[in-house]
């Protein structure tokens, strides 16, 4: 939807010339989709029952049974793990947590970064400025549908290391002096930049316990618009120079890769709930299928 929407305002700008109505429009029908879902989207069973709310907690759940054709327990009882911790100092407390914490940021920086960069590059492209907008916005949608089958196939490590491994390769390339093979690069590049948006999302969520997810994945989600606001910058200096902005953002997307080799695949894999599931996480499959192994023969 994301890519269509690019598509259709370029061709709506372009149209009618005047940038500014055209934003102005795009903003009603959001706004109006807001106010309406705030009245249709149900709260989570989770935040009901933080809040004391036992009842609207099952009549959720039940309607998520009914939904996926399965029945509730006759008796079916609710509770909230009090002495589970949340908050920002139970990431800095935590060696592992700060570790994916730091890797996860600087991954949605450079996420962001380059997917910026190359948007704003479009502009010294030869020819119509709307048709090579136009053209990079329709790449991504490949980009997206890679990015799907790559994690349901590989992972999703694999998929986030392998996107912003040959995204940089993408601008290393680009510092080519050629328009023809910038074209394909930056169409290639944004291909590759519209899979991370995809796995960045989805890999950094599953990757912290439940009571610090959003925290952690706002965090990432932050230091993305601060790689927005830097993106304008990088692109005014790629009017003026064509080589060094490149090389800063290749090899920086290089360091983030290798960085990622450092925190586990979550395919496949339970969301943890608390800090003791996160950190499984990190031990070895063959060791904790061992160790189930030898705890089921100690227990016959």
Known sequence: RHQLGCKEAVVS???????????????????????????LIPESPRWELSKGNEKEALVLLEKVAEANNVSMPDKCQLYEDVDVQAGFSVIIKNPLLVRCGLINMFGWFMTSLVYYVLTFSASSLAGDIYVNAAILGAAEIPGRIAAFLVMMFLGRKTAFIAALGFASVCTFVSIWDNDDSRKVMYCFGKALSAALWAVIYLYSSEMYPTKIRNLGSGLGSAWARVAALIAPFVGEWLKKDQVTPYILVGVSAIVSCATFFFVPETTGKDLPQTIAEFEKLFQDPAKVDQAKDDKQDTAI
């Open 13 to 39: 700008t372009q149209s009618t010339g005047d940038w500014r109505w055209f934003a102005g429009a795009l903003a009603v029908p959001p706004t109006v989709m807001l106010i309406i879902c705030f009245f």
